[in-house]
């Protein structure tokens, strides 16, 4: 989904922070549609893991198009499956020894 430069609209409530994007999409019947989406970041709670291999698993919908995601991420469409998961913990444990 290609979503403009700038959300809409930011608001942070405690350690999250939360966006709001907008959208255009063609509809059924090739008529423009306007979505929107809210992205929330959980700062607070990846801050307290600094310093530690962890693994993270998005949901492919939340990426913007052309990102690349890191070794440590876990990108799912509907369900997370065991091997990428599998893969993932390899590639952390690896880096562990390093």
């Keep these: 989904m290609a979503q403009g430069d700038k959300p809409v609209k930011e608001f942070r409530a405690g350690g999250v922070r939360a966006s709001i994007w907008?959208?255009?999409?063609?509809?059924?019947?090739?008529?423009?549609?306007?979505?929107?989406?809210?992205?929330?970041?959980?700062?607070?709670?990846?801050?307290?893991?600094?310093?530690?291999n962890i693994l993270l698993a998005l949901p492919e919908r939340s990426l913007r198009?052309?990102?690349?995601?890191g070794p440590s991420v876990i990108v799912y469409?509907?369900?997370?499956?065991v091997e990428p998961v599998l893969s993932a913990l390899e590639?952390?444990?690896a880096r562990g020894r390093q």
């Design 22 to 52: 907008r959208d255009e999409v063609v509809g059924q019947q090739d008529e423009p549609l306007e979505v929107f989406s809210v992205r929330v970041e959980k700062r607070e709670t990846l801050r307290r893991f600094r310093g530690h």
């Design 65 to 69: 198009d052309g990102a690349e995601p």
């Design 77 to 81: 469409k509907t369900a997370i499956k």
């Design 91 to 93: 590639t952390v444990r």
